[in-house]
């Protein structure tokens, strides 16, 4: 009897340890934020100090460099048509924390206000200056944004697209401009039999004082169908001595005898920007400022013998890659240009309808050189 109670005692001794070994071993080897098991049931062990991830809030150095290159992509404050992608990093005020969104192929420089290397020239509208416009025609809706909405409202929308490119690239000056077509071509002979018609005066008069009175500019745009462009120019020029109202023309619309716009591609030539170029020359010296002179092009066939392009003193000419669609496409037109006769100050018109996707104003700056003058139509 005493054997069997000994051999029972011993068993229950013998189980005991057992188990005090077993609590002893329990998560061994387990790695920190892995699955454990407790009870029965799966629980994530706790972890001591977590790694920072990639998204933080940044302190702000006390000896920040006067240019620095932005390496991440911030929000900026929100805005009715976009939001910038990039806020500079070198401000005198810590900016909110930002949401990195990798952009790796692009590299904006950007410098701080208090230390800008160029200052807008006094004498040319466009030199150290940024020039943000809205296309259309104060006729109405049809050519693009402007026009949509009435002057008022539209000169608001303008603002806030600006103001993303004024947030990062605050050391360049950045200008509103109202880019209205004022000779506009039909695809109808029309009463005239020129395959065009003009805005009555007025009414672009009002959009100019509009734009003026902000502090912006106005640039008047000529299609001219079958019309003569010499007629167009004499048309517009009691407006373009104004100051701060400049001019462009669209090859595509410059129509030979028997053409019709928007069935056949226009075409200039060198020599004829030249004639442009010269009659503006004149209008500027009378105004006493020079004068702004957009050529837009999206096709080779558009203009011919650039290399005959001559530089005039009184004449900013501004080449705008004006075709809509695929990013890579309208990129490789504006880097074309820019290497080709007659090239002074690169224009890039954006499409918010057609382009597919759309840039967003860091990828704009990213051009090479970047634009003087960005249309949104």
Not at 48 to 71: E, G, N, R
Not at 273 to 302: C, T, Y
Request: include cysteine.
């Amino acid at each position: 009897m005493m054997r069997r109670v000994g051999w029972r005692r011993a068993l229950i001794l013998s189980l005991l340890i057992l188990a005090a070994t077993a609590c002893a071993s329990g998560y061994e080897g387990s790695e920190p934020g892995s699955l454990a098991q407790d009870g029965g049931s799966w629980t994530p062990r706790p972890t001591a100090s977590p790694l920072p991830s990639l998204t933080f809030t940044p302190s702000p150095s006390p000896t920040a460099a006067v240019t620095t290159t932005p390496t991440h992509t911030a929000t900026a404050p929100p805005s009715p048509t976009v939001t910038p992608s990039r806020t500079p990093s070198a401000t005198s005020t810590p900016s909110p924390t930002p949401t990195p969104t990798a952009t790796p192929t692009l590299s904006v420089t950007v410098t701080a206000n208090a230390e800008c290397a160029q200052a807008p020239s006094p004498h040319s509208a466009i030199d150290g200056r940024r020039l943000v416009g809205y296309y259309g025609t104060p006729l109405g809706r049809g050519l693009g944004i402007l026009g949509r909405e009435n002057v008022t409202d539209t000169l608001k929308l303008l603002i806030d697209q600006l103001s993303a490119y004024e947030a990062l690239d605050p050391c360049v000056e950045t200008v509103p401009v109202f880019h209205m077509v004022t000779t506009v071509a039909d695809d109808w002979a029309g009463r005239d039999g020129d395959y065009s018609h003009r805005v009555p005066h007025d009414l672009v008069q009002a959009w100019i004082d509009k734009i003026r009175a902000a502090g912006g500019l106005a640039v008047l745009d000529i299609q001219p169908g079958q019309a003569d462009l010499d007629a167009e120019l004499e048309h517009l020029e009691p407006l373009l001595l104004q100051p701060g109202v400049h001019l462009a023309v669209d090859p595509e619309f410059v129509m030979g005898e028997g053409q019709i716009p928007g069935k056949k591609l226009g075409h200039v030539d060198g020599q004829t920007v030249n004639e442009i170029q010269s009659w503006l020359a004149g209008v500027a010296e009378r105004a006493g400022e020079p004068k702004i002179l957009v050529i837009h092009q999206f096709d080779n066939r558009m203009v011919s013998a650039k290399e005959e392009i001559v530089d005039q003193e009184r004449i900013r000419l501004v080449w705008d890659a004006d075709g809509f669609g695929g990013q890579w496409a309208k990129m490789a037109d504006y880097h074309q240009y820019r290497d080709e006769g007659g090239f002074e100050y690169g224009a890039f018109k954006i499409f918010y309808n057609y382009d597919r996707p759309v840039l967003e104003p860091a990828q704009v700056l990213a051009l090479e050189p970047p634009p003087a003058y960005i249309i949104y139509q």
